[in-house]
C-alpha cells in the first residue's frame, strides 16, 4: 500500500469516531507517515472533540513541517472550541517568531488568521469584503506606488511577503462580527508591512470604525 491508501484508512477510521483505532493504526505504518496522515487524525480529533490526542498528533505534525502555521491554527482552534484559553495563550505565545499570523479576541475567543489558510467557517465572506474595499480603493485612486515612490522595488515586494497580509482576514472578520462602532484590535506575530498600514487606514475612514493594528 501507498501513503494515499493509509491517508484514506485512517480518515475513514476518524469519521467513524474511531480515533485511537486510527492512531494505533498509523503507529504500525510499515511506511513512515507524513503529513498528510496526521493531519487527517488532527482533523479528526477536532471533529470529536479529542484535545488530548489532538496534542499529541499536532506534536507530530510541528515536526515534521514546524513552519506550516495552517496546523499552528487549527490546534488553537481545537482549544478554543474547548474553551482552554491557557492553552490559547501559550500556543500564539509561541508561535510569535513565525511569519504571517494575526489575531483579533471576540467574546473571549481568540481567533487567528494565517493568509491562504481556509479553515475559518467565515473565510469566503471575508473574502468577499475585502474584495469591495478593494475595488471602492481603487476607485479612490488608492496604489502604495504613491508612499513608496522612493523605496526600491523589491524592498517593497520583500516586506510585502513576509508580512503575509494575514492582518487583513482578521480586519475583515472583525467587520463581520463586531457591532458597529466597536474598535477592532489586531496583533500581529511579526512587522506589519507599510502597504497593509495603508490598507487599514483606508478601511477605517471608509467603514467608519477605528482599528488599532499592532505588530510584536
Known amino acids: 500500500p501507498k501513503l494515499e491508501h493509509y491517508s484514506c484508512m485512517v480518515d475513514l477510521l476518524c469519521r467513524g469516531g474511531k480515533l485511537s483505532d486510527a492512531y494505533k493504526f498509523i503507529n504500525k505504518m510499515t ?11 488532527l482533523c479528526g480529533c477536532r471533529f470529536h472533540h479529542n484535545v ?15 513552519e506550516n502555521m495552517e496546523y499552528y491554527v487549527l490546534l488553537a482552534n481545537i482549544y478554543s ?10 500556543l500564539r505565545d509561541g508561535i510569535r517568531n513565525n511569519r504571517g499570523c ?4 471576540i467574546k473571549g475567543k481568540v481567533n487567528i488568521f494565517v493568509a491562504g489558510n481556509k479553515d475559518n467557517p467565515e473565510v469566503k465572506r471575508i473574502e468577499y469584503l475585502l474584495e469591495n474595499l478593494r475595488m471602492e ?4 485612486g488608492f496604489s502604495r506606488k504613491l508612499k513608496y515612490s522612493l523605496v526600491d522595488k523589491d524592498e517593497i515586494e520583500e516586506e510585502a511577503a513576509g508580512c503575509g497580509h494575514s492582518e487583513l482576514l482578521a480586519i ?5 462580527k463586531l457591532p458597529h462602532g466597536r474598535t ?8 506589519v508591512c507599510g502597504e497593509c498600514h495603508e490598507t487599514a487606514k483606508f478601511i477605517s475612514k471608509n467603514v467608519g470604525r477605528q482599528i488599532v493594528l499592532r505588530d510584536c
Do not use: C, Q, Y
Open 102 to 105: 494575526s489575531w483579533i479576541e
Open 172 to 176: 475583515g472578520f472583525g467587520l463581520l
Open 81 to 90: 472550541e474547548a474553551e482552554k484559553w491557557e492553552e490559547v495563550k501559550t
Open 137 to 140: 480603493m481603487t476607485k479612490d
Open 52 to 66: 488530548k490526542l489532538a496534542e499529541i498528533v499536532a506534536e507530530r505534525i510541528f515536526e515534521l513541517e514546524p
Open 184 to 191: 477592532i484590535r489586531v496583533t500581529k506575530n511579526v512587522k
Open 31 to 41: 511506511i513512515k507517515p507524513d503529513v498528510t496522515i496526521w493531519s487527517a487524525l
